[in-house]
């Protein structure tokens, strides 16, 4: 089955600065990647995601990008806030029901 | 709030104890879904229906879980004769439609601790 690894597993940054979480997949054939968001106590909220045909998405302050002959995918914040202080979780899947997912990495934003 | 509901979302429970947790999915979603989570990890897939129908298991869950939907609306996951190791956060998903892509929209969590 898919093997998903993240990395860091922790994160501290300066808020205004940028975050990089990386991911690696096993499956050659995964095409969607979804990245979501978990505060604590809270349900994981879904913040961007890229399917295999694209190379790169933004969207505002979050971008994704993904390397498939790598089998790997990055996630990028920039201008980061406190409110960006979570966990966050990278996954992958081949079909379109089964998420595999990272460990998580919990990022926190010093004000 | 109509996103996906759960409920208990705590229980403290003895082992040996049966317990049943209950996901109401987003309306008109066709697929939910069961995942679970322990402390510092990610979630993993346990089981998913699409309308009625229960289409795939994890080895995961093993014979003391049980999950259903009837009418393809609520679900219920029960877990029979509980064990320590069964302690995790049980969470509940929804989508609509099929194919690669479609949004899963998570539940807050159901806490289980076996003691």
């Known amino acids: 089955g898919e093997n998903v690894e993240q990395h860091p597993s922790t994160l501290s940054v300066q808020e205004g600065d940028s975050a990089v979480i990386k991911c690696t997949y096993s499956?050659?054939?995964?095409?969607?990647f979804p990245w979501y968001k978990q505060e604590l106590g809270k349900r994981p909220q879904l913040i961007i995601d890229?399917?295999?045909?694209?190379g790169e998405k933004k969207d505002q302050r979050i971008a994704v990008t993904l390397n498939k002959t790598a089998k790997h995918f990055s996630l990028h914040i920039t201008e980061t806030q406190p409110e960006d202080s979570a966990v966050y979780f990278c996954?992958?899947?081949?079909?379109?029901?089964?998420?595999?997912f990272g460990a998580g990495t919990t990022v926190t934003v010093r004000a | 709030d109509t996103g996906v509901s759960q409920n208990p979302r705590h229980k403290i429970t003895k082992r040996g104890q049966n317990v049943t947790f209950r996901c109401d999915p987003i309306?008109?979603?066709?697929?939910l879904y069961w995942y679970r989570q322990t402390l510092g990890q990610g979630p993993e897939f346990l089981t998913y229906?699409?309308?009625?129908?229960?289409l795939e298991k994890s080895r995961l869950l093993s014979d003391r879980f049980s999950a259903e939907r009837p009418k393809g609306s609520f679900s219920t996951l029960e877990i029979q004769r509980t064990e320590q190791g069964d302690s995790a956060m049980y969470l509940c998903?929804?989508?609509w439609g099929t194919g690669v892509g479609n949004t899963i929209y998570f539940g807050e969590g159901s806490w289980l601790t076996v003691v």
């Open positions: 998903a929804s989508s």
């Open positions: 499956d050659s054939a995964s095409n969607y």
């Open positions: 890229i399917r295999s045909n694209v």
């Open positions: 996954a992958a899947t081949s079909n379109d029901y089964k998420l595999s």
């Open positions: 309306s008109e979603h066709n697929r």
């Open positions: 229906f699409q309308n009625e129908a229960q």
